[in-house]
């Protein structure tokens, strides 16, 4: 089962910042936390992923506690085109565990 | 640098029969997995592969197999379809597969069985 919590669906406004919070109480000290999205029928895609430092990409922005029990991923500006399905996995993914497993995700809507 | 990619991108077969899907995975990534994408189930673990060799499993039937060739790419094949193997069947392609590494996937093959 997956070990994160995410609302089910969230709306933003075109142009604002989408924030896009995950519940991970049960965090292992050697898994990371990763971020996917998947737009309608495609695979999902890559966007970030850290451990407990807060990181950036061009993509977006991972905000993790310090206790690492929760994190938020920030798209600073959202468009249309960030309309998606988005997945927050915990996973020590590479190590023992060669999966990463998908929770029923958080579906975002960007509108005009 | 070419994506992971998936072939066929679309697939109808009849009940009983077999498929093979084909997954390329990016050029010097070793780690191939695949999941299965159903709109009551999820995004599901298959297989992955590392080096030719199945490294973890997930809770599918026997039915469903794998393998991976020296130059890295992996084919899965499920024989005796029944109509709930209709899904998208995504493959996943990372480095080496450790720790801190991220996976990408393809755009999957949608099978139908009818």
């Known amino acids: 089962d997956a070990k994160t919590t995410q609302p089910p669906s969230m709306d933003c406004a075109e142009g604002r910042a989408a924030n896009l919070p995950c519940n991970h109480s049960t965090i292992s000290g050697n898994e990371y936390v990763y971020w996917y999205r998947q737009i309608h029928s495609q695979g999902p895609q890559y966007i970030i992923h850290g451990l407990k430092n807060n990181e950036t990409n061009e993509m977006a922005s991972l905000i993790i506690t310090e206790d690492r029990k929760s994190s938020t991923l920030i798209l600073p500006h959202a468009t249309l085109r960030d309309t998606a399905v988005y997945y927050c996995i915990v996973s020590n993914y590479g190590g023992s565990q060669g999966n990463l497993i998908f929770g029923k995700g958080t579906k975002l809507s960007v509108k005009p | 640098k070419a994506g992971v990619t998936q072939t066929p991108r679309y697939l109808i077969k009849t009940r009983g029969q077999q498929v093979t899907l084909s997954c390329s995975p990016i050029s010097g990534h070793r780690s191939v997995s695949w999941y299965q994408q159903t709109p009551g189930q999820g995004l599901q673990f298959l297989f992955e592969?590392?080096?030719?060799?199945?490294?973890n499993k997930g809770n599918f039937p026997g039915r469903f197999s794998g393998r991976q060739f020296s130059n890295s790419r992996s084919e899965m094949n499920v024989s005796t379809l029944e109509l709930g193997d209709s899904a998208l069947y995504l493959c996943a392609s990372s480095f080496q597969g450790n720790l801190n590494t991220e996976a990408f996937f393809g755009q999957g093959t949608r099978l139908t069985v009818v």
């Open positions: 592969y590392f080096s030719e060799t199945q490294r």
